[in-house]
């Protein structure tokens, strides 16, 4: 892949984490502030715990893409960005803008959905 397509991909890599760290800080900062308005009640309790427990699993989620960045951003590093980890052949350029995330080609990705994977 050309060197310029390979910056514009960091780039863009790039700024999907930045943006999930800055979604994830807010989130932070929002799961301390709640409850914090008085005396709560036994449903008020419950309610910010479980709203507590849905933004730490939004998190997991950020963590899990971001753990997919930093592979892509490993893998332009060391020459092997766009290569299908299954099949090793490029991955379609158009599938990558889509996803620069992507691991898989279209191909192989839909043989893994069919087998359940």
Do not use: H, W
Not at 23 to 29: I, P, R, T, V
Not at 58 to 71: A, G, P, V, W
Not at 75 to 104: D, F, H, M, S, V
């Amino acid at each position: 892949m050309e060197k310029e397509k390979l910056e514009f991909y960091k780039k863009r890599l790039l700024e999907m984490r930045k943006d999930i760290l800055k979604k994830a800080k807010k989130l932070k900062e929002d799961s301390y502030s709640l409850g914090t308005d008085g005396i709560q009640d036994m449903a008020d309790a419950a309610s910010n715990t479980y709203n507590v427990d849905i933004l730490m699993s939004i998190s997991d989620n950020d963590i899990k893409m971001l753990k997919e960045i930093d592979s892509a951003i490993d893998k332009i590093n060391n020459g092997t960005y766009g290569i299908c980890e299954e099949c090793e052949e490029k991955i379609n350029e158009k599938r990558l803008e889509a996803n620069p995330t992507a691991r898989y080609c279209i191909n192989c990705k839909r043989l893994m959905e069919q087998k359940g994977i």
